[in-house]
């Protein structure tokens, strides 16, 4: 009985696109650091993954608070990137082989990929959509208690201008 229960379980959370593990504190943290800092996800989709960037030099970030994909298409796309759209391909081996969308680099046709600020491991890029599922992608817009929550609670700088 205990193995249809999580049978059903996990199947309730891959439909609704919600992260297929739960992702305790460490894995948030984590994440949170994968965006902000290795990944520097926020320079382009802004610290609260609402699209306002960070840094006016960088492409513009789509919003991710109102993004429809899937976890496996977040995935994927932060490992392939989006050619000819600003959005860096994470995978060192992007474009190789042809992982990404079936494509090798010479399939591009002139498309440019940004080269990201550091490349991730799968288990990164896992934990990094884990945590943007968790605080960001379909949570609505940003407000003071998101913030806080977002933060690891407490009182951050950056959440006193939110209402």
């Given at each position: 009985?205990?193995?249809?229960?999580?049978?059903?379980?996990?199947?309730?959370?891959?439909?609704?696109?919600?992260?297929?593990?739960?992702?305790?504190?460490?894995?948030?943290?984590?994440?949170?650091?994968?965006?902000?800092?290795?990944?520097?996800?926020?320079s382009?989709?802004?610290?609260?993954?609402?699209?306002?960037?960070?840094?006016?030099?960088?492409?513009?970030?789509?919003?991710?608070?109102?993004?429809?994909?899937?976890?496996?298409?977040?995935?994927?796309?932060?490992?392939c990137?989006?050619?000819?759209?600003?959005?860096?391909?994470?995978?060192?081996?992007?474009?190789?082989?042809?992982?990404?969308?079936?494509?090798?680099?010479?399939?591009?046709?002139?498309?440019?990929?940004?080269?990201?600020?550091a490349?991730?491991?799968?288990?990164?890029?896992?934990?990094?959509?884990?945590?943007?599922?968790?605080?960001?992608?379909?949570?609505?817009?940003?407000?003071?208690?998101?913030?806080?929550?977002?933060?690891?609670?407490?009182?951050?700088?950056?959440?006193?201008?939110?209402?």
């Amino acid at each position: 009985m205990r193995m249809v229960f999580a049978g059903a379980l996990a199947l309730s959370a891959a439909l609704s696109g919600a992260p297929a593990r739960g992702a305790d504190a460490g894995d948030l943290a984590e994440g949170l650091r994968l965006f902000t800092q290795k990944g520097n996800c926020q320079s382009c989709h802004g610290w609260a993954g609402d699209g306002r960037k960070m840094d006016n030099q960088a492409p513009d970030g789509a919003n991710l608070r109102e993004s429809q994909l899937d976890r496996d298409n977040m995935i994927m796309t932060i490992k392939c990137g989006r050619p000819g759209r600003g959005m860096p391909a994470y995978d060192r081996l992007a474009y190789v082989d042809a992982r990404c969308y079936g494509q090798k680099k010479a399939d591009l046709k002139g498309l440019t990929l940004a080269d990201p600020p550091a490349t991730l491991q799968l288990r990164e890029i896992e934990t990094l959509v884990d945590f943007m599922f968790a605080k960001m992608v379909k949570q609505g817009a940003m407000d003071r208690a998101k913030c806080a929550a977002y933060w690891g609670g407490g009182d951050a700088e950056v959440c006193r201008e939110l209402k």
